[in-house]
């Protein structure tokens, strides 16, 4: 058992791992906070972040179900980079105080393992305040473009212009208390993510 209520930022650029990270932590006993589906729901109709997304991109990325039409809206922040900016700073602070609700709820329920909240954007939206470890999935470039391109179907130059477009691995490592090297087997990562799982709350199980 951990000798403190323990919350880990567990982050890594596209295509690095971190979602079979947040898996095998899960699995472990982590109880597990995927920032970006808080952030699908942040907009959802009738929410202030609806509002507030209608109000700043028009009625136009309103699909015809009421909900935000994703796509639509993607189209338009994607391609200019004040108007990203501009939707960042409407749901950034959104997702943030709803994954600080969740963790809260979480630990008045009386659980005391880590809560780890997953998010790609935990470094460029600046919530290192709400967790109290950052832990970085990292690849290389090589082995992240074959995944994708396997997973998603992405062209290689897509996805290296999406890993580009991102903070790079050399910047978030300077941030990271843990980093996990994705870089071999399966049976690997998982030893790394247990070893650092059990320098982090000890070897004893509850």
Excluded: C
């Amino acid at each position: 058992m951990p000798d403190r209520l323990i919350t880990i930022g567990l982050t890594g650029g596209i295509g690095a791992g971190k979602t079979t990270v947040a898996r095998i932590l899960e699995e472990l006993g982590a109880h597990v906070i995927h920032a970006d589906a808080v952030g699908h729901q942040v907009y959802e109709p009738g929410t202030a972040g609806w509002q507030q997304v209608v109000a700043k991109f028009g009625d136009d990325v309103v699909g015809t179900d009421g909900r935000i039409d994703r796509k639509k809206l993607g189209q338009i922040v994607f391609g200019d980079p004040a108007a990203l900016t501009q939707l960042n700073a409407i749901v950034h602070p959104l997702i943030r105080e709803e994954v600080r609700r969740r963790i809260d709820a979480r630990r008045a329920e009386g659980f005391v393992l880590p809560i780890v909240v997953e998010a790609a954007i935990l470094l460029e939206a600046r919530w290192t305040a709400i967790v109290d470890v950052v832990w970085v999935v990292a690849a290389p470039l090589d082995e992240v473009v074959r995944r994708i391109s396997v997973e998603r179907g992405l062209s290689s130059g897509d996805i290296r212009a999406r890993v580009a477009a991102q903070l790079d691995d050399a910047e978030r490592r300077r941030f990271a208390d843990v980093v996990i090297e994705n870089t071999g087997s399966p049976a690997d990562l998982r030893h790394q993510v247990e070893g650092a799982w059990k320098s982090l709350i000890g070897s004893e199980r509850p």
